[in-house]
């Protein structure tokens, strides 16, 4: 069945993407306003704005799964895109839209359940005989069997949300004498986040690399895989940057990874698009850790390098339709680099940033993709994701991407706002990343500095100040202040004159 409506059920760049596609595809998109955000540029895009009646029973309008899906069936919207966060991974989502005749652009409520919880994803990639990393078997109970467990596999371990993802639930445990405190602390988390307090626990690898595959199921059986992407740049388990392909595989790793992907998924039944996600040791032993059942927010990397694009396969697939190509037909070309430019103070241990964007200047060139839901004058509020942009970049190898992206990087402008960039210029002239020496530690082990110092800062600073003083001191001559006035000025002028020198 053509699908020629879809209500976006949520915002932001994520929003902005799927407009994109359908738009081209013919399709009308609508979507949802927030009170929140009554200015935001996924707004002005859409064939339609819909509000949705305050319901106090949730914290979002993006999360009210009633409310979104008796919005498509009034206005007789054929199919809803959950893009990623917000409902994208909600089993009930999925559930009631099937139950209502609507067009889930996603996996079946059963898969997305399955996958999301973990202990039932652990267990089907045991019976199909797929690498996990030792821990328990399932849900552990209480403190008491998390330090058996803990004693039996060695530490350090790490503790993790049954119903988890993105860091949140999750605890590294290195001597029994922590084990109390952090299992409540992960316990607490997790039931906030997921309203689930159920753990796991595994053994902790040092420096692993977080390698994850895009797959692709259909509703014929058939999946493939479109290769690899690498996550290891992280903070708190949360990921700032991505590259395609990854420096640690070679042709041989790669097949054995994506075949590994491809069972893990046919096992799970799954269609449409989703991300098999391993831990990758630097004996180059890889295990199972989680699947993602959604389109990633590092998708775009992967369209880069295979020259496809990914929501439109979603649709496609969601329309019934067979993937369009097989594994023999994909081929990975050139390197792609994603930053996630958040809203975020660096040297204040990242915190978010909020405001108004006074001026923006994105970078362009046939290389570089922005995938964004802002512009000039948008305000950024703490009521949503620090994130504002995706920088994606292309070349045709990993040091001329890393190359381009640092130019891109110096082209973009945003007044208003402390951003990510200077961290991702750190990262990109860091020797180690350069050498492709990377993990999910690297940025407390490899990181002196997380902002990038330009050569000439610190004297266009003092130049800055020095115009700043001079133009001050002319308008003071030109105030003709009396001299009476010019001995009462304020301590506080002084002293702003005498920082600005």
């Known amino acids: 069945m053509k699908i020629k409506s879809i209500l976006i059920a949520n915002r932001g760049e994520i929003a902005v993407r799927i407009m994109k596609t359908a738009k081209r595809l013919g399709i009308k998109t609508y979507v949802i306003k927030s009170r929140k955000d009554a200015n935001a540029l996924y707004l002005d895009l859409a064939d339609d704005v819909f509000e949705i009646p305050e319901n106090p029973a949730v914290a979002s309008e993006f999360l009210d799964i009633e409310g979104i899906v008796a919005l498509a069936k009034e206005k007789k919207i054929m199919a809803i895109h959950p893009g990623y966060g917000f409902l994208a991974e909600n089993p009930d989502f999925a559930r009631r839209c099937k139950e209502e005749n609507i067009i889930f652009i996603g996996p079946s409520h059963e898969v997305i359940y ?58 590294i445990v290195e001597k029994a004498s922590e084990m109390e405190k952090l299992f409540k602390q992960a316990s607490s988390e997790a039931e906030k986040a997921f309203n689930n307090p159920a753990l796991f626990v595994e053994k902790y690898l040092y420096k692993p690399r977080h390698v994850e595959f895009q797959v692709f199921g259909d509703k014929f059986g058939n999946v493939i895989h479109l290769g690899e992407r690498e996550c290891s740049i992280q903070r708190r388990h949360q990921k700032l940057f991505e590259e395609a392909p990854s420096v640690a595989l070679d042709e041989k790793l790669r097949k054995k990874m994506g075949d590994t992907a491809i069972k893990m998924a046919k096992a799970a039944k799954y269609e449409n698009a989703g991300t098999v996600e391993f831990l990758l040791d630097k004996d180059k032993k890889f295990y199972f850790m989680e699947m993602n059942t959604r389109i990633q927010v590092e998708h775009p990397v992967t369209e880069m390098i295979t020259h496809t694009d990914l929501v439109e396969m979603q649709i496609k697939i969601a329309e019934g339709e067979k993937l369009p190509f097989t594994q023999n037909n994909v081929n990975l070309e050139g390197w792609a680099i994603e930053c996630r430019i958040n809203a975020e103070d660096v040297q204040s241990n990242f915190s978010p940033n909020t405001g108004i964007i006074d001026l923006l200047v994105l970078p362009k060139g046939t290389n570089i993709r922005i995938d964004t839901g802002i512009q000039e004058r948008s305000a950024i509020t703490s009521d949503f994701d620090s994130m504002i942009a995706k920088l994606i970049v292309y070349g045709d190898t990993r040091n001329k991407a890393i190359q381009n992206t640092l130019k891109a990087l110096n082209q973009f402008k945003i007044k208003g706002l402390k951003t990510t960039v200077p961290f991702f210029k750190a990262v990109l002239n860091n020797k180690a990343f350069v050498k492709g020496n990377i993990s999910t530690d690297f940025i407390e082990k490899e990181l002196d500095d997380l902002c990038y110092r330009e050569p000439e800062e610190e004297m266009l600073a003092a130049l800055l100040a020095t115009v700043d003083y001079h133009a001050e001191a002319t308008s003071y001559k030109e105030s003709n202040l009396e001299p009476d006035r010019r001995k009462n000025i304020s301590a506080w002028v002084l002293n702003k004159r005498m920082k600005s020198l």
């Open 114 to 171: 399955n996958m999301g919880q973990k202990t039932i994803a652990k267990k089907i990639a045991t019976e199909t005989g797929i690498p996990l990393i030792p821990g328990s078997d399932g849900e552990v109970k209480n403190v008491n069997d998390a330090i058996k467990i803990a004693k039996k596999i060695g530490y350090p371990v790490i503790i993790k949300a049954v119903a988890g993802g993105g860091g949140r639930g999750m605890r």
